[in-house]
């Protein structure tokens, strides 16, 4: 009975999440001239500002085709994992570097996005990287001392 509630349970997470990618991102292509919102293509003002969206149309719809219409892989993810598991000062800057890149987006800054998102997955690799070096050196160590005799306790 309780592995029935709780595969019930992830289904309809599962079926909420779903819909909500389809419903809510599918049709959003258009960004908000005064803040940069995502916006709906058949909206005419912005939900978040109140901006009229209809006196600019035809060069937004423009615009918008000549820009990327996804934005680069924040590595968000990659970034908080390195930060707990590895080496948190450096994961900590790939954190940083991955919050800007959805921000720099949003303001129509396409490159400045995927400069952010270059520099989150490299701090994620360095931080990565430095923690299997430590592990690496830290077992090495241990080895040693005890193929010396050093008595560890």
């Known amino acids: ?3 029935n509630v709780i595969y019930f349970i992830r289904i309809k ?3 909420y999440v ?3 990618y389809v419903l809510n991102f599918n049709n959003f292509s258009m960004y908000c001239e005064k ?15 109140g901006e009229n969206l209809n006196k600019n149309v035809e060069t937004t719809k423009v615009e918008s085709s000549n820009k990327a219409k996804y934005p680069p892989e924040n590595y ?9 598991f590895c080496c948190w000062p450096v994961g900590i800057a790939s954190i940083v570097y ?3 890149v959805d921000s720099a987006f949003n303001r129509g800054d396409y490159e400045g996005a995927l400069e952010a998102s270059k520099n989150a997955k490299k701090w994620a690799w360095i931080s990565a990287i430095s923690a299997i070096v430590f592990w690496v050196l830290y077992c090495l160590l241990i080895v040693i001392a005890v193929a010396m005799g050093v008595d560890l306790d």
């Open 35 to 49: 803040c940069g919102n995502l916006v709906d293509d058949n909206a005419r003002f912005c939900p978040k500002c």
């Open 76 to 84: 968000l993810i990659w970034a908080i994992l390195s930060t707990l």
């Open 1 to 3: 009975m309780k592995f």
């Open 13 to 15: 997470i599962y079926c």
């Open 98 to 100: 991955a919050s800007k």
């Open 18 to 20: 779903k819909s909500f």
